[in-house]
C-alpha cells in the first residue's frame, strides 16, 4: 500500500452493548404460560414480559443489521486476497532510506538488490477471473498470486495498470467465480451507510462499517498533472492490505475501491478513500479490451472557485470552476471556450471542483461530446465539445510481466556416495538459491531428498526425470531427511 506524509490508504462505532441488549430482547419470540412449561409462540414484535410493541425504530435497527449480514455474506466472495513480490534495487532503496541506515541493518554489507513483498485486495468483476485492484498493489511486480475466500490459490497476470487513476487489472485463470454487483457511484450520498471489505494487515476477508464522508475529494497522491482524482471519503476502517478491496453500499453493490488513507501513523484514523467504481469502470473496460486507457482531452487548466475569485468576477457567491488556461489547438480552443470563463456543469451535472471536471472527461472517449453551461461576462451560455485523444500513459504489463525461473525447484544438489551413508539413500542439497520455490518450501543446504511424490530418487538424474513430470504451477511433496528426521516440504514447480 502507498503511502505518503500523512496521506496512505477509515469506522463509525455503533453503540453495540445498548443495540445488542436490545435486538438480544426484540430477538425472543416465545415465553411461558403461568400454567404450562411448552413455549407458546407470541407476536415478534412484542417485547417478552410486556404486552407494549416493539419500537419501529428497533425493528428498523436490526433490518440494517439483518442488511449487513446479508451484505458481508454475498460480498466476501467475490474480494479477494493479493501478494505481490518485486525486486528492488539498491539505487532504490537508497532513495528512500539512509545508506548507513541500510549498512547497518544489513551488518555492514549492502546487498544489490532486495525482495519486495506487497499485500493488497481485488474484486472479482467476471466469472472467468478478472480483477479490479490498485496500480500500487501490483506495479512492477515479478509475481502476482490470488487467493480467494474459500483458500483456492492462483498466480495472475497483469493485464494493464492506469497510473493516472491508480486503477489496476490482472487476471486468473478459473471458472464460474462469484462477481460482485457494481453500482453507479455518482448516486451515493454523503452519510449513507457503506462497508469495507478488504484484507487489512494480513487479517483475511474483513469487513468493516462507516459512511460516506465526503465525495469529490483530491489529495494529492498520484504526482502527475493530468492524474485523476475524485475520491469518495469515508470513516470505515481502511489498513493496509485494505487497496483494491470493495467499498459497498447497503444494495450490496460495489460503489469504490478503496485505495487510501488520510494518517499520521500509517494506520486507520477515519479518513479513507475510494476510487469511485463509475471511474474504474471504464478504465477496465478499456484494460481489458484494448490493453489501454483511451481517455477523453478537454485542454484546459482550471482553477477551484473561491471567495475572491466570485468577488472579482462579479459572483454572488462561489461556484463553478474557473478557466485559468486554454491550449492551443484543443477541443476546448476549437470550441470556444475563453480564458476566465467559468465552467457551471457538465451534461447537466454540477461542477465545483477541477477534480471534479477530470473526472468526467475522463470517463468519456475520445470523439464523444459533451455540454458545457459556463458564465461568461455575467452571463450564462452552453457549449458543446467534442472531445479529444489525451495520448495515454498507461503502462501494459501483460508482456513485460516475466516471473523468475529456477532450475531444479532452485536447488543444487549432489548423488550421495554409496559409502556416505548405508541407511539414507538420496541426493543432498548443497545450496539453495535464494528466494526459490525449494527456499521458500524450507529446504536447507545439507538436507538429504529421498523421495518426490512418494517416488524414491537416489541420484540426481532420479530427481530431474521425477521433476519432469510435472508442470509449471504444480506442487510436489519433496521427502527429505534433516538431522536424522523424515520431513515433508510442500514446493511449487516454476520454469526456468
Known amino acids: 500500500m502507498r503511502r505518503k506524509p500523512h496521506t496512505q490508504i477509515g469506522v463509525a462505532l455503533l453503540p453495540v452493548g445498548i443495540v445488542i441488549g436490545l435486538l438480544l430482547a426484540a430477538g425472543l419470540n416465545w415465553t411461558r404460560t403461568s400454567d404450562s412449561s411448552v ?3 407470541v ?19 436490526q433490518n440494517t443489521s439483518d442488511a449487513f ?3 458481508a455474506e454475498s460480498l466476501i466472495p467475490t474480494v479477494v486476497s493479493i501478494q505481490s513480490r518485486r525486486l528492488v534495487s539498491r539505487e532504490e532503496m537508497e532513495r528512500f532510506h539512509n545508506r548507513d541506515d541500510l549498512r547497518d541493518f544489513f551488518r555492514f554489507r549492502i546487498p544489490k538488490e532486495f525482495r519486495q513483498e506487497g499485500a493488497g485486495s481485488g474484486i472479482i468483476v467476471s466469472k472467468d477471473g478478472y480483477i479490479l485492484t490498485n496500480v500500487h498493489v501490483v506495479d512492477k511486480a515479478q509475481s502476482v498470486r490470488v487467493t480467494l475466500s474459500d483458500n483456492r490459490e492462483f498466480d495472475a497476470r497483469i493485464v494493464g495498470i492506469d497510473p493516472l487513476t491508480e486503477v489496476a487489472v490482472i487476471k486468473i485463470e478459473a471458472e464460474n467465480l ?8 455518482d448516486k451515493s450520498r454523503v452519510g449513507e451507510w457503506v462497508l469495507a471489505i478488504g484484507n487489512p494487515m494480513e487479517l483475511r476477508s474483513t469487513v468493516t462499517a ?10 494529492d497522491i498520484l504526482r502527475d498533472s493530468f492524474s485523476v482524482e475524485n475520491f469518495i471519503q469515508t470513516d470505515a476502517a481502511i489498513n493496509p492490505g485494505n487497496s483494491g478491496g470493495a467499498l459497498v453500499n447497503l ?7 478503496n485505495t487510501a488513507i488520510a494518517t499520521e501513523t500509517g494506520y486507520n484514523a477515519g479518513f479513507g478513500f475510494a476510487i469511485p467504481i463509475n471511474l474504474a469502470r471504464k478504465i477496465m ?15 484546459v487548466a482550471m482553477l477551484d472557485m473561491d471567495e475572491k475569485k466570485a468577488r472579482a468576477l462579479g459572483m454572488p457567491r462561489p461556484r463553478g470552476v474557473f478557466i485559468d488556461r486554454i491550449m492551443p489547438g484543443s477541443p476546448a480552443d476549437k470550441a470556444g471556450l475563453l480564458v476566465r470563463d467559468v465552467i457551471l456543469s457538465i451534461d447537466g451535472q454540477e461542477v465545483n471542483h477541477s477534480n471534479q471536471v477530470q473526472a468526467i472527461v475522463a470517463r468519456k472517449n475520445p470523439g464523444e461530446r459533451v455540454r458545457l453551461k459556463l458564465l461568461r461576462a455575467g452571463q450564462t451560455r452552453e457549449l458543446t465539445v467534442t472531445l479529444g485523444r489525451k495520448e495515454n500513459q498507461t503502462v501494459t504489463l501483460a508482456s513485460s510481466q516475466k516471473p523468475q525461473g529456477f532450475k531444479d525447484l532452485g536447488l543444487r544438489l549432489e548423488t550421495l556416495a554409496a559409502e556416505s551413508s548405508e541407511k539414507t539413500r538420496g541426493v543432498l542439497v548443497t545450496e539453495v538459491e535464494k528466494w526459490s520455490p ?4 524450507g529446504l536447507q543446504e545439507g538436507d538429504v531428498i529421498i523421495e518426490i511424490n512418494n517416488q524414491k530418487v537416489e541420484t540426481v538424474e532420479a530427481f530431474r526425470r521425477a521433476l519432469a513430470r510435472f508442470r509449471t504451477g504444480d506442487v510436489v511433496i519433496v521427502r527429505a531427511i534433516r538431522g536424522g528426521e523424515a520431513l515433508h516440504f510442500f514446493v511449487s514447480v516454476v520454469s526456468k
Open 210 to 219: 462507516g459512511i460516506i464522508s465526503a465525495k469529490d475529494r483530491r489529495i
Open 39 to 41: 413455549p407458546v409462540e
Open 438 to 441: 525449494a527456499d521458500e518450501a
Open 69 to 71: 449480514v446479508y451484505i
Open 251 to 257: 444494495r450490496g453493490e460495489v460503489i469504490g475501491i
Open 178 to 185: 462469484p462477481v460482485a454487483r457494481l453500482g453507479d457511484s
Open 43 to 61: 407476536n415478534p414484535n412484542v417485547v417478552l414480559g410486556s404486552r407494549e410493541p416493539v419500537p419501529q425504530e428497533l425493528l428498523q435497527l
Open 285 to 299: 473496460s478499456d484494460l481489458i479490451r484494448k490493453g489501454r486507457v483511451e481517455r477523453g482531452f478537454l485542454g
